[in-house]
């Protein structure tokens, strides 16, 4: 059973436009949620990452929202750009475990 | 790919044949894992490792083994394989201290087939 739910499972967007990819999770011990990026053929690779303790973390066109009572967070690209075209997985892990638990992830494909 | 490297990079097995998946890296990392990718699943954890011969199991361990005689290599091995097990496999590396453990860099992958 999945610890952590993504969605959607894929989507498109236009240059220029916003992604939003959602996750939730259940297990109130998770305290650091990663973002991953993965290329075709390529290995997974930590984009942007938030503990609870913030709402929101920006890098760049990335951003987190954190919404802790909800237990849910998202990944916004802004400006979304065709270079952006990639899965991204969100994941999570508990405090003083560093093992990771993933979501399912999401394939975004940005039009030009 | 943060001085990681897994081999082979595609092997094809027959079932029942035991396969060996080797991660090394270069980066002095203590902690290693290994997982399997497939569609609609993201990444499960199969094994970990937290030092030389310290190893546990993932989520996903049945049918898998493991072993970590030096600090820069990961094995894992499928002793018998199944077409189950047809997937695309990653090491991941992550270095100690300060949370950086939680910060995991990820090999290039290997992709196994079993038919």
Partial sequence: QQQVKQSPQSLIVQKGGISIINCAYENTAFDYFPWYQQFPGKGPALLIAIRPDVSEKKEGRFTISFNKSAKQFSLHIMDSQPGDSATYFCAASKRGDYKLSFGAGTTVTVRA | ?115
């Fill in chain 2, 1 to 115: 790919d943060a001085g990681i490297t897994q081999s082979p990079r595609h092997k094809v097995t027959e079932t029942g044949t035991p396969v060996t998946l080797r991660c090394h890296q270069t980066e002095n990392h203590r902690y290693m894992y290994w997982y399997r990718q497939d569609p609609g699943h993201g990444l499960r954890l199969i094994h970990y490792s937290y030092g030389v011969k310290d190893t546990d199991k993932g989520e996903v361990s049945d049918g898998y083994s493991v072993s970590r005689s030096k600090t820069e290599d990961f094995l894992l091995t499928l002793e018998s394989a199944t077409s189950s097990q047809t997937s695309v496999y990653f090491c991941a590396i992550s270095e100690s201290g300060s949370g950086r453990q939680y910060e995991q860099y990820f090999g290039p992958g290997t992709r196994l087939t079993v038919t």
